[in-house]
């Protein structure tokens, strides 16, 4: 996906519960507010690979917000050749079981991580950003966004 292209996704192809609220994470050491800012705006879904989808783009968000502005996102995983390090530079699905990361090994080759969402084992890592790069690149405000789009778009029943 190119830097300028945004990402359009149709509204019908998302379901949800209706209005049933998403459930609060728990978190150690995490206020009740801290808690209900990762569930603002966002109400359960149907689809499990969606749902997945909503709930670790909210946590990439809250995981980007302690990083520097020299450091970005990446996910270790295993299994993954050599370091097993992957930046993340976006994250998808395909529902109802699978959940897409496409991002750069550390030799900055393109790498495509197709995961059943039942098998999610991420651990989100900060990574410093390649020096050829003015910014650091946030991810998890674009996945939110995307998340909030669909939520306008979500057929009640």
């Known amino acids: 996906m190119s830097k300028d292209a945004a990402v359009k996704a149709d509204p019908a192809m998302f379901s949800d519960c209706g209005d049933t609220p998403c ?3 728990v ?3 995490a206020s009740p507010e801290q808690s209900a800012a990762l569930t603002d705006g966002v109400r359960m879904r149907e689809n499990p690979a969606e749902w997945a989808f909503v709930r670790l783009s909210k946590l990439i968000e809250d995981f980007e917000k302690g ?24 994250i998808g ?9 496409l991002g750069k090994n550390a030799d900055g080759k393109p790498m495509r991580l197709i995961q ?3 098998q999610i084992n991420v651990v989100l890592e900060a990574r410093r950003k390649p020096d050829d790069q003015p910014e650091a690149r946030r991810i998890g405000f674009q ?14 029943r």
């Open 27 to 29: 978190l150690p050491n």
């Open 23 to 25: 459930p609060e994470p």
């Open 116 to 118: 059943h969402y039942g």
């Open 67 to 90: 990083l520097n502005q020299d450091e970005e996102v990446a996910a270790r995983v295993v299994g993954l050749p050599g370091d097993g390090l992957m930046q993340i530079e976006d």
């Open 143 to 156: 996945l939110s966004e995307l998340v909030r789009k669909t939520n306008s778009g979500i057929r009640k």
């Open 93 to 101: 699905f395909w529902g109802p079981d699978m959940i897409l990361f």
